[in-house]
Each structure stands twice: as structure tokens, then as C-alpha cells.
């Protein structure tokens, strides 16, 4: 890992420095390759750190991140921290995903919906990516309406019930 980026990283978890590291990382695609190893590998605080950055990289230029989508659908279900879970499916909203790796990402995305303790911001990211996939898998919509049901019954997330309705999720 590079430890150049490793320091850089716990240095400081802010905006000013996470764009730093991005800036640096979009620069060169050997830089997105060290970004992509840290966010995919690095322990807490750069793991977590580096996913953010990668999110924001997503944002900016999703297509750049296609080599290591491969790898972050590996690696998610071994995720332990939340905010790393919440932001790589976050990055696989932003990216045009092939229809192989639906299956990996449908599983993990359900488990995390039916987990009672699992953050309402993990789990609004794993709604949106089981919806993006409902064209090729309509079968899977009245299943995911009724978890996104239970869960309306038990958070007051204004956030999650809004993104729902928009996504067609609500029961009526």
C-alpha cells in the first residue's frame, strides 16, 4: 500500500484533505489504483477515509472506477464498518455495472435491508441498488416493497420513506 497516501489519509478526516487525496488520485490512474487498494484493504481510519475519497471520485468521473469494480463487489459483504459499506454502494449507484455481478450485489443488498441494526443510510443505498436492477428483475420488486414496508414501521428516517416513494416503493 502506498504509504505516501496511507500518511496523507490519517492525517486529518476532513473535506480539505479528502479532496487533496482525490485531486491526487485523479491525477494519475496509478494514484486511483493506490486510492482503490486503501479504500479496499486499508484498516480504520484509511480504509474508511479512502472509501470516501472514492466516493467523491465516483461522482466526478464514475467511468475511472471501472477496473476496481470487480474488487469492491468481492469485497463488500467482508466489509465491517458501516460508513465503508454505505459508500461503496453508494460508488456502485454511480457506475454502470455489468449484469454479472447483479447476484453478488442483489444477496448482499437484501441481507442488509432484513439486518435490524444496520445503519438507515446503508440500507437507503442498498434500496437504490436492488431498484436500479428491478428492469431486469421485476420479480424482486413486491419482495423489496414489503422490507422497505417493515422498515417504514420502525425508523422515522424522513430521508429513507422520500427516497422510497420516489423510487416506486411505497405501498399505498
Request: hydrophobic fraction near 40%.
Amino acid at each position: 500500500m502506498n504509504q505516501q497516501l496511507v500518511k496523507q489519509l490519517e492525517a486529518e478526516a476532513s473535506r480539505a484533505n479528502t479532496d487533496l487525496v482525490v485531486a491526487w488520485a485523479m491525477a494519475d490512474s496509478r494514484h486511483l489504483a493506490d486510492l482503490a487498494e486503501a479504500a479496499l484493504n486499508g484498516d480504520v481510519p484509511v480504509g474508511p477515509r479512502a472509501m470516501w475519497a472514492l466516493s467523491i471520485v465516483a461522482e466526478r468521473d464514475s467511468q475511472s472506477l471501472h477496473p476496481f469494480l470487480p474488487e469492491m463487489v468481492k469485497t463488500l459483504p467482508r466489509m465491517s464498518h458501516t460508513g465503508m459499506r454505505r459508500l461503496a454502494c453508494k460508488i456502485l449507484m454511480l457506475c454502470k455495472l455489468p449484469a454479472e455481478f447483479d447476484g453478488p450485489i442483489i444477496d448482499f443488498c437484501f441481507r442488509m435491508l432484513e439486518q435490524p441494526d444496520e445503519p438507515i443510510g446503508v440500507k437507503g443505498n442498498c434500496m437504490s441498488l436492488i431498484s436500479q436492477r428491478l428492469t431486469r428483475y421485476p420479480e424482486l420488486k413486491p419482495e423489496l416493497k414489503t422490507i422497505v414496508d417493515d422498515i417504514l414501521t420502525t425508523t422515522e428516517s424522513r430521508g429513507f420513506a422520500t427516497r422510497a416513494r420516489k423510487l416506486g416503493l411505497m405501498r399505498t
